[in-house]
C-alpha cells in the first residue's frame, strides 16, 4: 500500500473508551482477502512464482498458520467535522481468536493539534490472569491519493497493564483535511498480526501478502540489521587471518587432527545454534523483528532444500541459482560443507559480503505502492526480487552463525591444545631448570671435594716437611 510511512515504538494509553455512533466494515474473511488491496497497492492480483521455501510455512507445526492469525479491519467515521465527543471507540472485530478495537482521539490524547490512535485488546478485563497477545499491526488514515495515506507500524505484546498501544501523535490535525476526510468521512483501516513465537528455532511470523508489504518499506533496515551482524563476525575472523604467527599456529592443530575427530568437531546440533539465533535476533520492541524472522525462516528452510538436494542429487532450478552452501543440515546436524580453514578464507575473501548496502535509488521503492508507470511485470519482478533478497540474507546469516558457532568450539579445543602444550613447555622448562641446577650443584660438590683433597694434601706435604727438620 502507498503512502506516509511511520516508523513507531507507539506508547501505551491505559485510559477507558466511550463507544462512538459510527459506520464501519468488520474484519475481511478470509475469502475477501484479495479485495483488500486497491490496483495501486503490492499484490495488485499477481501470483506468486516463488520458489517453495519463500512462502511454505511449518509444516511440522500443528498450529495456527501466519495466514490464520492476521486480518484487517476499516473503520469509516461519518460526519467527521460534528464529532465533539474526546475520544471515540470502533466497534470489536476479531483476529488471531482474539477481540480488538481502535481507539480515537479526535483531539488528541494528552496533546494538543493531533490525532491519536491506539488499538486495544476489546476484553481485556475478562482475560484469564497471565494472557498475552503478541502483535504486529499497522493503522492507516487513507488519503484520497493512496500515495499520501497516512502509515505507522509497531509491534507489541499486549497484556494486563498495556492492553492499548499506539501513537498519541499519529498525524497534525491541520493535516486531516488535506485529503483524508472525503464527504466528511474519516477512514481508518487497520492491519493486524498476531505472532506465535518460538524459542528453539526461527519462525514464520507474517501473513505472506502483509509481509511483501511490509519487506516495501523496512528491507534495507533487514539489511543493515543482517550486514552489521556479519561484518562484526567476519571482522573477528579477519583478524585471526591477519595474526600470521596464530593462523599458521591453528592450521597446524587442526592439520594435525585425527580426520574424524576432525569431522566429529565439524558439526553442531541445530537447535542448540538455532535458539541462540532466535535470541540474538527477535527483539520485541523491533519493529522490523518479525522481517528478519521471516528472513531467517525462509533462510533455513533454503538450505534445508539444498541439503536435501545435495543428498538426493535431486536439481532445482532455483537451488542452482544459490552460492554454494558453507553449511549442510544433516538430521538434527549443521555440518561445515568444506574443511574450516578453506571456509574461513572464503568468508573472509568473499567480496560479496563487504559490498556497500544498496541505496534507496537502486532498491524498489520504499513505498507501499508500485509505480503507477510500472506495469504487472515490474510489480511481479519486485516481489520476487525482494522476497529473494529477504531470504538470501537469512541463508548467510545462518550459515555464518553455524559457522562461527562451530569454530567457536574448535577454537576451544585449539586454546586448549595451546594451553596444554605451554603447560608441558613450563613442565620440560622447570625440569631443565631442575636438571641444570642439580649439575650446578653437583659440580660445586666436586669442586669442594677437589678443593679439600687439596688442600689435604698440602696439609700432609707441610706435616712432612717439618719431620724433615
Known amino acids: 500500500m502507498a503512502g506516509t510511512i511511520t516508523e513507531d515504538y507507539g ?28 490496483s495501486e497497492q503490492v499484490e495488485n492480483g499477481t501470483a506468486s512464482t516463488s520458489p517453495p521455501y519463500w512462502d511454505t510455512d511449518d509444516e511440522d507445526d500443528c498450529g495456527p498458520k501466519p495466514a490464520d492469525l492476521y486480518g484487517r479491519f476499516t473503520w469509516k467515521i461519518e460526519n467527521f467535522s460534528t464529532i465533539n465527543k474526546r475520544e471515540l471507540r470502533s466497534n470489536a472485530f476479531e483476529v488471531g481468536g482474539y477481540k480488538w478495537y481502535i481507539l480515537i482521539y479526535p483531539q488528541g490524547c494528552d496533546v494538543c493539534n493531533h490525532l491519536s ?20 499491526f499497522t493503522i492507516a488514515v487513507v488519503n484520497k491519493d493512496p500515495k499520501k495515506s497516512k502509515y505507522s507500524d509497531t509491534l507489541h505484546r499486549f497484556w494486563k497493564k498495556e492492553h492499548d498501544w499506539g501513537w498519541k501523535k499519529f498525524m497534525e490535525l491541520s493535516k486531516v483535511y488535506d485529503g483524508f476526510i472525503v464527504a466528511d468521512t474519516l477512514v481508518i483501516k487497520a ?13 514464520r511470523c507474517l501473513d505472506c ?51 574424524n575427530v576432525r569431522r566429529h568437531m565439524s558439526r553442531d546440533k541445530t537447535d542448540a545454534i538455532l535458539k541462540v539465533v532466535v535470541k540474538h535476533f527477535f527483539i520485541e520492541k523491533e519493529v522490523t523483528s518479525t522481517l528478519v524472522m521471516d528472513s531467517l525462516y525462509s533462510g533455513l528452510k533454503a538450505l534445508e532444500f539444498q541439503s536435501k538436494s545435495i543428498k538426493g542429487r535431486a536439481k532445482l532450478v532455483e537451488l542452482e541459482e544459490l552460492p554454494a552452501p558453507m553449511v549442510h543440515i544433516d538430521q538434527d546436524f549443521f555440518v561445515l560443507a568444506d574443511d574450516v580453514i578453506d ?13 556497500p548496502l544498496p541505496s534507496k535509488d537502486d532498491k524498489c521503492s520504499q513505498n507501499r505502492t508500485k509505480d503507477g508507470n510500472s506495469g504487472d511485470e515490474f510489480n511481479k519482478d519486485s516481489i520476487e526480487r525482494d522476497e ?17 558457532q562451530i569454530f567457536s568450539r574448535i577454537e ?43 688442600k689435604q694434601v698440602w696439609g700432609i706435604r707441610r706435616c712432612h716437611g717439618k719431620g724433615a727438620f
Open 11 to 38: 506508547m501505551s494509553l491505559r485510559s477507558s473508551a466511550t463507544e462512538g455512533m459510527l459506520s464501519e466494515q468488520r474484519c475481511l474473511s478470509s475469502d475477501s482477502i484479495a479485495e483488500w488491496r486497491s
Open 117 to 136: 490512535l491506539f488499538l486495544c485488546v476489546a476484553n481485556h478485563d475478562k482475560l484469564l490472569p497471565g494472557w498475552s497477545h503478541f502483535a504486529q
Open 191 to 203: 492491519q493486524v498480526q498476531v505472532i506465535r513465537e518460538k524459542a528453539d528455532r526461527p519462525f
Open 209 to 259: 501478502q502483509y509481509r511483501r508489504e511490509l519487506v516495501r518499506v523496512y528491507l534495507s533496515n533487514v539489511e543493515q540489521i543482517c550486514r552489521r551482524f556479519l561484518e562484526e563476525r567476519i571482522s573477528k575472523l579477519s583478524k585471526l587471518i591477519e595474526d600470521k604467527l596464530r593462523w599458521a599456529s591453528f592450521n597446524g592443530f587442526w592439520v594435525g587432527i585425527d580426520p
Open 343 to 355: 571456509l574461513i578464507e572464503r568468508v573472509v575473501s568473499d567480496s560479496l559480503l563487504h559490498q
Open 388 to 404: 529473494r533478497r529477504l531470504m538470501e540474507l537469512g541463508r548467510r546469516t545462518i550459515e555464518i552463525f553455524a559457522l562461527v
Open 412 to 454: 576451544v579445543s585449539y586454546q586448549e591444545a595451546v594451553a596444554l602444550m605451554r603447560q608441558e613447555e613450563l613442565i620440560r622448562e622447570e625440569e631443565a631448570a631442575g636438571l641444570a641446577e642439580h649439575e650446578k650443584s653437583k659440580r660445586g660438590a666436586t669442586e669442594k671435594e677437589k678443593r679439600a683433597k687439596k
